[in-house]
């Protein structure tokens, strides 16, 4: 049921129906009970989606049913959430969001009261007691819609101590909401931070999240930068935990290049713990040569932020964080926070009076090619001979100087293959190729 962030799935069906969402409060109330927490309240946030409130009220009811109360933000970013969480007077905090995903689908994540994600093991307990409950005869909870009673304000006040003042003052930027958790919060954010802001995909529908639009979607957003000369633009997921900004020139600046200007930054200030930066098997090797150039370490873990941060805890690493997005400030968050990310990039280009095509200049980019292959099931890579075959090949044809990676997504019916290399064409070659033996055995 818990994926690598939360659980998710399509709104109203299991496991995000009325009697499922039911069970997870109830189960989070009892597991906050047995820890001795529960006499604070449980803070919940969502994003934009027309379903957020419905599941929002179904929680809060397991959860007053367990007898621990609730705490409504509203719409806040998820990295909100887990800063609320952490600083308030709260059990524990949940958001409810797909991230990235269309709005149909929602997802619920859960954060212990020091504002990190639930480890596995805590995960696998409030599991067991769901479908517990699920064997019951548990009615499912279907109340009104929760009232907001908590604000974010003080959320946006740790963000705004991050800078110094009206730091971005003189920038001109660009902000693609994506319609959805930022959308309130950032216009007000990045202007009480000094930006001479402009505005796009900011108009909630509740069903406009993520459509063409935001960190997965910058075509507006490029366009918007390059004709208004822009210093920068940014676009932001559905729950602003990841951001992707675009460069004066129309250069993308994804996660990666976001890293290796956030570890220059760092490493100048004395402030990057071990030189070392974590990032993902998904980091181009064009980042791991351009910090070994700065003399910084980059080490590798699972997809996952949450397991680059894990990752960065055992390390005591400041930095870290994936390819789309996501970014880890360690010593301001305990999660990816795109708004706080923004800030700090934005910042660094104030501090040393360059564009972020300058920044960014050093990291040489190798193709590389990501392929998502929806499939029926899931096997081990093992038990597909053809696709075991097709990966042998091609790493043969690379012969150490490329990746390839095949892996099923944690959040979604989808096996990806990534392939990297010297050469765009060999790399679309391989790609092809081991997606369709998958498509053959799976699809």
């Not at 093992?382 to 790493?395: M, S, T, Y």
Request: with cysteine; hydrophobic share 45%.
């Amino acid at each position: 049921m818990f994926g690598t962030d939360g659980i998710r799935g399509v709104a109203g069906e299991p496991p995000l129906d009325a009697r499922t969402v039911t069970a997870l409060g109830i189960a989070l109330g009892d597991d906050l009970r047995r820890r001795g927490l529960a006499e604070n309240p449980v803070l919940i946030g969502m994003d934009t989606r027309e379903s957020g409130p419905r599941i929002a009220a179904q929680l809060a009811e397991g959860l007053r049913r367990s007898g621990v109360g609730v705490r409504f933000a509203g719409v806040v970013t998820t990295p909100g959430v887990a800063y609320l969480t952490r600083t308030g007077t709260f059990s524990a905090g949940v958001m409810i969001s797909a991230s990235h995903n269309p709005f149909r689908d929602n997802g619920i994540k859960v954060f212990a009261r020091t504002g990190y994600k639930l480890p596995d093991e805590e995960e696998h307990e409030i599991e067991s007691e769901i479908f517990r409950l699920l064997e019951s005869t548990l009615a499912p909870a279907e109340p009104p819609a929760l009232i907001q009673d908590f604000n974010a304000r003080p959320y946006l006040d740790f963000l705004l101590a991050t800078i110094q003042g009206n730091e971005l003052n003189g920038l001109r930027v660009v902000i693609d909401c994506g319609n959805g958790a930022a959308s309130h919060l950032a216009p007000q954010l990045f202007r009480e931070a000094g930006a001479a802001l402009t505005v796009i995909h900011c108009q909630p529908n509740g069903r406009n999240i993520n459509l063409d639009c935001g960190a997965l979607h910058v075509e507006s957003l490029r366009k918007a930068v390059l004709d208004e000369g822009a210093n920068a633009g940014v676009a932001f997921d559905g729950d602003a935990d990841r951001a992707i900004l675009i460069s004066p020139l129309g250069r993308i600046i994804d996660g990666d290049a976001m890293m290796l200007i956030a570890a220059r930054r760092l490493q100048a200030d004395g402030h990057l713990a071990g030189n070392l930066v974590v990032s993902t098997v998904m980091s181009n090797f064009g980042l791991e040569k351009a910090l070994g150039r700065l003399g910084i370490t980059m080490l590798r873990t699972p997809v996952g932020d949450k397991y680059v941060l894990e990752e960065m805890l055992r390390r005591d690493a400041v930095l870290g964080g994936e390819q789309s997005g996501h970014v880890i400030f360690r010593e301001y968050a305990t999660t990816g926070d795109g708004m706080l990310t923004a800030l700090r990039i934005l910042q660094a280009c104030a501090r040393e009076k360059a564009p972020l095509d300058e920044l960014a200049a050093d990291l040489t980019v190798f193709p590389q090619l990501l392929v998502n292959i929806r499939v029926k099931e899931r096997r081990p890579l093992e038990q597909l001979p053809a696709v075991a075959d097709e990966i042998r090949a091609c790493e043969t044809a690379l012969n150490g100087l490329g990746r390839v990676l095949v892996r099923f997504s944690g959040t979604e019916p989808l096996a990806r293959v990534m392939v990297e290399g010297p050469d765009s064409a060999q790399v679309e070659k391989w790609a092809g190729r081991i997606a369709d033996a998958i498509r053959a055995e799976l699809g």
